[in-house]
């Protein structure tokens, strides 16, 4: 992927930031635990994709963007698999974040990672303050309440659950943060971006669909079966595995042809298609070419 | 106070809009029993109180700021609660959000409320950009890590405690953050104004010990004796009953004394008195004046 050294370096500079001076030894240790290494960052690549068909004449605000999305998707795993959601013993092939540093440590962890987030975006205030500030508000709605990963997670708790809801929220919201996000950290208008991120969204969703019906544990890095054990809503068990692979690359096909013409339009298509490529499950228990979430 | 009612309708309007639309309805609620009716509201009452002394130019700038302090305070609370901290049954006098929600509702409305309070100020920034820029950052110094709240919690899970680290992240950060944003929000330099903060932090700390040592549950509203059950640092420990009480009164002291002069400095100087008036318990085992928090 094209964008990995500044995305890496960027999410880098914030945790470097977080552990400055003389923080407490585990949080510190636990927030980079958090965070690196990474999985396919794939939110930060869609984001510094769309930032660079659209000129990308800040580097720094787009990477900026780039990192605060991710920031608050690694919260959101941490938060995810404590004990009293998923319980999850295992994240990237590693402990989760409570496993190896303790509960009290895993809930401070991501409290952490959200307001680094934002401080990441201020941070840039100086050299566009516009845009820093509309970057905090696509960041904000798309991960709080009402309608952002938040709200999605808070859907599980609902004994009637507005499915559309539940999706755009819980997995979607990040994806349109991404090239919403990407727009606006070039200057540009996010409107015509945001169906780019909803449906590659879209896309993820039904491919962690998939991977969670298809893998085992330790191919995954993650516990497997989980949609069937919390009776959560799955586009396997609606389609079945050869009817969700086909959803998969008709949303995907869709994703491209959403795609604003621009001068980085062809660059854009072809990160697209690679996350296609990255996303579509190879085979039953069959070890998958790139890392897991 | 002078300012409530400025204060409750602010945070309100941040409550509202986060249960705009159609949001995970318990969530919804949640947020809301976090936050309203709420205890003495003293971080905001210092942060419009330090705004009005500055001539408190853009009312709406410093109502969010209030607010933004206030909303990202009572989710510490809620996080503070939850079974893997404090595990507490009750707060301000009813029952703790995961207690009436559950844990995964309640992890979930402290992340909510955190990034509620970044999108409070961020609403701001069309009034003025570089004050809500200003703003959000001094909002994450003071509650992530290295120097914030959540730092300040994240020593509780070290064998070796830093404790003047300790406290100035745990309970300081938060009051130095309502008297340097009461400041930026009227356009003027924080600097001056970070005694102030501190020094009050530093009493509330010293009245909680002396309330956590005093008062039955019954009167505080929240489990007491916890600092000796988690053998946590406590002035009363160190200093005996009447040695914390002379020590809070030179505190506040020292407070009213570092007030910057300006215009509303005497005001300024009644609402710490009024604030020493509220934290100095009255005697033991004796209802306080005023609600805990």
Chains 1, 2 share one sequence.
Request: glycine share 8%; aromatic share 4%.
């Amino acid at each position: 992927m094209p964008f990995t050294a500044r995305i890496e370096a960027a999410i880098l500079r914030s945790i470097r930031a977080g552990q400055s001076g003389t923080p407490p030894p585990k949080l510190a240790a636990a927030l980079e635990h958090a965070v690196m290494p990474g999985g396919a960052r794939i939110r930060p690549q869609i984001c510094m994709s769309v930032a660079a068909a659209c000129g990308d004449d800040i580097p720094t605000m787009s990477e900026a963007a780039a990192a605060s999305i991710e920031l608050i998707h690694c919260a959101s795993l941490v938060h995810d698999d404590l004990p009293c959601f998923d319980d999850a013993d295992i994240r990237r092939g590693k402990p989760s974040v409570h496993k190896a540093f303790g509960e009290p440590l895993a809930v401070l962890t991501g409290d952490s990672l959200i307001i680094m987030g934002f401080e990441t975006i201020a941070r840039q205030m100086e050299l566009d303050c516009a845009r820093a500030g509309q970057l905090t508000l696509a960041l904000a709605r798309s991960t709080g309440m009402p309608y952002g990963i938040c709200a999605g997670q808070g859907w599980e708790s609902e004994p009637q659950v507005d499915l559309s809801a539940y999706h755009r929220a819980k997995t979607g919201a990040l994806f349109v943060a991404a090239s919403r996000m990407g727009a606006i950290a070039a200057g540009h208008d996010p409107e015509p971006w945001t169906e780019l991120g909803a449906r590659i969204g879209e896309a993820f969703q039904v491919a962690d669909d998939l991977r969670d019906a298809l893998y085992d544990e330790e191919t995954l890095g993650k516990p497997v079966g989980q949609d069937e054990i919390h009776a959560r809503p799955n586009a396997v068990s609606e389609l079945g595995v050869q009817g969700a692979i086909r959803r998969l690359k008709d949303i995907l096909g869709g994703a491209i042809a959403s795609i604003p013409s621009c001068k980085g339009e062809a660059m854009l298509a072809e990160v697209v298609r690679r996350t296609a490529e990255r996303l579509t499950p190879v085979a039953p228990n069959k070890a998958p070419a790139h890392p897991a979430e």
